[in-house]
């Protein structure tokens, strides 16, 4: 089994940055693919972001891209989302996926098996 915590959420002011960790433990994550999707209230859950394995990443069209840039620290066993020029249509609560296998579609959320709480992230106007 593997767990996920999230971290680095918070409140910012638009304009500025933060940068969301999502710490593994359990398992080694090194060969899953990872992704960062975002839930603002009354939405459905939406990808942001993802990282396979071999290090290509892939980025939400148009709303992220640009502005956030995925991240993985295999000897810390940890994934980060930077996360830059915040603007408040960014404000929701981020969590952070991991998928062992390997899939294609790691821009469908049913597609990871592993899933931390979440963080929140408010961006202010």
């Known amino acids: 089994q593997v767990q996920l915590v999230e971290s680095g959420g918070g409140l910012v002011q638009a304009g500025g940055s933060l940068r969301l960790s999502c710490a593994a433990s359990?398992?080694?994550?090194?060969?899953?693919?990872v992704g960062w999707f975002r839930q603002a209230p009354g939405k459905e859950r939406e990808f942001v972001a993802a990282?396979?394995?071999?290090?290509?990443?892939?980025y939400s069209a148009d709303s992220v891209k640009g502005r956030f840039t995925i991240s993985r620290d295999n000897a810390k066993n940890t994934v980060y989302l930077q996360m830059n020029s915040l603007k408040p249509e960014d404000t929701a609560v981020y969590y952070c996926?991991?998928?062992?296998?390997?899939?294609?579609?790691?821009?469908?959320?049913?597609?990871?098996?592993?899933w931390g709480q979440g963080t929140q992230v408010t961006v202010s106007s």
């Open positions: 990282l396979t394995w071999s290090g290509t990443s892939i």
């Open positions: 359990g398992r080694t994550i090194s060969t899953y693919a």
């Open positions: 996926g991991a998928d062992p296998y390997g899939s294609a579609r790691l821009t469908q959320s049913s597609t990871y098996d592993y």
